[in-house]
């Protein structure tokens, strides 16, 4: 079960402990910086105590850049906050206006900035006050540590909030800043890998230097191996916080992707991925909606394309196109047609007409499908089926065929007692089936092409089936079929020779199967 998304409140509540956290662990730094580094120890401790009033006034001035920032967040959101106010309550997202929807994409970027705003002034205050320009250097190097989490840890709480203003998806439409992943990467590794070992050298020869001209060498050095420590653990607790966030960053959309993938493979066209970024991850979760709607199109279209003709055919003309010709092939023939329609269209008015056509053709063309055969062809009040054929291929498709035809008959007596309940009028169908060497294949030309049996054996089948109402029998099958399925114990039928089927010369002997 996921886990519900938080609400507008519960964000925003986050992003300001974060700012909050990170302001905190800013000035711990600056705190222990001027407590460990600068100045250097001038007697016989390696560490120097600080000024109770110049910490009084350190705090007062941080607290008060931390409420301005808060409050400049809070006035900025303004327009984020009075926007999803109208989308809770039912605007359309799409009607956000283009510098609202910027906002939202560059709030983290925001929030850290105001931060970063925040230490700038205070290293200035501090570096003027006390005329002292290494109060900026540690004042910068804490600003630089805060600024750095909160636009990360920012960024990955924000991303919760992202969807209710772009539903769709669609970030990388909006022009706004966009820190590609390459770019988190660099900044991860310039604070891991460049900040710590910079400062390390840095202050390494300035001590060393200091040892050469001082009454006590000792203290400094001292101080020396207490500066390697400092440097040391606020590497690795800035360095590990900073890579926990950029590697969440990175891999959390990747998981999902991966997730929605897995989806997709089981079938679950109707996937979508959650866009919460506008850099390379988020356009790629945006490639990945626009695939799996080419992919629910495409499968609306096959199943609308397996309702025109059959689902073999539909899966044989997207598995290997739909070229022109055919293939010459052993098999067998049903056709049906219902008796006296003409007579039918005159009884009942053409709405209802193609109410009972559209029931009898389901009732018919199930029984056809339950034996494996293929529909290629309706005609009204007539339908043809094939077995035996490259899309249905079957040793034993004489003998599906027949069965075919006799559930087709008992399904329509089904029918006909459904429908004279009522009161529409019975219905009579004959079938004839047939069975020989046919050309299956696509014939038509480049506009229109369709999927067809052509051959003596489909003629047949049709003669046969106008057949049967001469000869009073509602199946009637030819000698190949009826030598292809002898010997099955429940077929009864009884054998009519010499007869004249047109288009042939000679007359030929048939099959009047029974029910």
Same mark, same amino acid.
């Given at each position: 079960?996921?886990?519900?998304?938080?609400?507008?409140?519960?964000?925003?509540?986050?992003? !300001?402990?974060?700012?909050?956290?990170?302001?905190?662990?800013?000035?711990?730094?600056?705190?222990?910086?001027?407590?460990?580094?600068?100045?250097?120890?001038?007697?016989?401790?390696?560490?120097?105590?600080?000024?109770?009033?110049?910490?009084?006034?350190?705090?007062?001035?941080?607290?008060?850049?931390?409420?301005?920032?808060?409050?400049?967040?809070?006035?900025?959101?303004?327009?984020?906050?009075?926007?999803?106010?109208?989308?809770?309550?039912?605007? #359309?997202?799409?009607?956000?206006?283009?510098?609202?929807?910027?906002?939202?994409?560059?709030?983290?970027?925001?929030?850290?900035?105001?931060?970063?705003?925040?230490?700038?002034?205070?290293?200035?205050?501090?570096?003027?006050?006390?005329?002292?320009?290494?109060?900026?250097?540690?004042?910068?190097?804490?600003?630089?540590?805060?600024?750095?989490?909160?636009?990360?840890?920012?960024?990955?709480?924000?991303?919760?909030?992202?969807?209710?203003?772009f539903p769709d998806g669609r970030l990388s439409a909006v022009r706004a800043f966009r820190l590609l992943v390459r770019?988190?990467?660099?900044?991860?590794?310039?604070?891991?890998?460049?900040?710590?070992?910079?400062?390390?050298?840095?202050?390494?020869?300035?001590?060393?230097?200091?040892?050469?001209?001082?009454?006590?060498?000792?203290?400094?050095?001292?101080?020396?191996?207490?500066?390697?420590?400092?440097?040391?653990?606020?590497?690795?607790?800035?360095?590990?916080?900073?890579?926990?966030?950029?590697?969440?960053?990175?891999?959390?959309?990747?998981?999902?992707?991966?997730?929605?993938?897995?989806?997709?493979?089981?079938?679950?066209?109707?996937?979508?991925?959650?866009?919460?970024?506008?850099?390379?991850?988020?356009?790629?979760?945006?490639?990945?909606?626009?695939?799996?709607?080419?992919?629910?199109?495409?499968?609306?279209?096959?199943?609308?394309?397996?309702?025109?003709?059959?689902?073999?055919?539909?899966?044989? !003309?997207?598995?290997?196109?739909?070229?022109?010709?055919?293939?010459?092939?052993?098999?067998?023939?049903?056709?049906?047609?219902?008796?006296?329609?003409?007579?039918?269209?005159?009884?009942?008015?053409?709405?209802?007409?193609?109410?009972?056509?559209?029931?009898?053709?389901?009732?018919?063309?199930?029984?056809?499908?339950?034996?494996?055969?293929?529909?290629?062809?309706?005609?009204?009040?007539s339908v043809m089926a094939v077995f035996g054929t490259p899309l249905n291929p079957m040793a034993d498709h004489a003998?599906?065929?027949?069965?075919?035809?006799?559930?087709?008959?008992?399904?329509?007596?089904?029918?006909?007692?459904?429908?004279?309940?009522?009161?529409?009028?019975?219905?009579?169908?004959?079938?004839?089936?047939?069975?020989? #060497?046919?050309?299956?294949?696509?014939?038509?030309?480049?506009?229109?092409?369709?999927?067809?049996?052509?051959?003596?054996?489909?003629?047949?089948?049709?003669?046969?089936?106008?057949?049967?109402?001469?000869?009073?029998?509602?199946?009637?099958?030819?000698?190949?079929?009826?030598?292809?399925?002898?010997?099955?114990?429940?077929?009864?039928?009884?054998?009519?020779?010499?007869?004249?089927?047109?288009?042939?010369?000679?007359?030929?002997?048939?099959?009047?199967?029974?029910?």
């Amino acid at each position: 079960m996921s886990t519900p998304p938080p609400s507008s409140r519960e964000i925003s509540r986050r992003v !300001a402990t974060l700012i909050t956290a990170a302001t905190v662990l800013g000035a711990l730094i600056v705190f222990l910086y001027f407590s460990l580094i600068d100045p250097m120890p001038v007697d016989d401790a390696a560490v120097r105590s600080l000024d109770p009033g110049g910490l009084v006034t350190f705090a007062i001035v941080g607290a008060l850049l931390l409420v301005g920032a808060i409050a400049m967040v809070v006035w900025l959101g303004r327009p984020i906050r009075s926007w999803l106010r109208r989308i809770e309550s039912g605007t #359309p997202p799409s009607e956000l206006p283009p510098n609202v929807a910027r906002l939202v994409l560059i709030w983290p970027l925001v929030g850290a900035s105001l931060v970063a705003a925040g230490s700038l002034l205070a290293a200035v205050f501090f570096s003027i006050l006390y005329d002292d320009p290494g109060n900026f250097v540690g004042i910068a190097i804490g600003g630089a540590v805060g600024t750095t989490i909160v636009y990360f840890g920012t960024d990955l709480i924000w991303r919760q909030q992202v969807p209710a203003f772009f539903p769709d998806g669609r970030l990388s439409a909006v022009r706004a800043f966009r820190l590609l992943v390459r770019r988190r990467l660099l900044i991860a590794f310039a604070l891991i890998g460049g900040l710590a070992p910079t400062l390390l050298v840095v202050l390494t020869q300035a001590r060393t230097r200091a040892v050469l001209d001082a009454e006590n060498p000792q203290a400094i050095l001292d101080n020396l191996l207490v500066v390697q420590l400092f440097i040391l653990g606020v590497g690795l607790v800035t360095g590990v916080i900073t890579a926990a966030l950029v590697a969440r960053a990175i891999v959390g959309p990747l998981q999902a992707l991966q997730a929605a993938m897995g989806r997709v493979e089981d079938d679950e066209l109707d996937t979508r991925t959650v866009v919460t970024t506008n850099d390379e991850l988020g356009y790629l979760g945006e490639r990945f909606n626009v695939m799996t709607d080419g992919l629910r199109q495409g499968e609306r279209l096959r199943e609308l394309f397996g309702l025109y003709v059959s689902r073999e055919v539909a899966r044989a !003309a997207v598995e290997t196109g739909a070229g022109l010709g055919g293939t010459l092939v052993d098999c067998s023939v049903v056709f049906s047609d219902i008796r006296d329609f003409t007579t039918l269209s005159e009884q009942l008015p053409p709405g209802r007409l193609v109410d009972v056509i559209n029931r009898y053709m389901t009732a018919m063309v199930s029984v056809v499908v339950e034996h494996g055969g293929v529909v290629t062809r309706f005609g009204g009040d007539s339908v043809m089926a094939v077995f035996g054929t490259p899309l249905n291929p079957m040793a034993d498709h004489a003998g599906r065929a027949v069965r075919t035809a006799i559930g087709m008959r008992r399904a329509l007596e089904a029918f006909n007692v459904r429908e004279t309940l009522d009161g529409l009028p019975r219905l009579e169908a004959g079938i004839g089936i047939a069975t020989g #060497p046919v050309i299956a294949g696509n014939i038509g030309g480049r506009e229109r092409i369709e999927y067809t049996v052509m051959g003596d054996a489909v003629n047949l089948a049709a003669r046969l089936e106008d057949k049967t109402k001469e000869v009073g029998a509602p199946i009637l099958v030819s000698a190949e079929t009826y030598r292809a399925v002898d010997g099955e114990s429940d077929l009864r039928a009884r054998v009519l020779t010499d007869v004249r089927i047109k288009g042939k010369r000679d007359p030929v002997t048939v099959y009047a199967l029974s029910e």
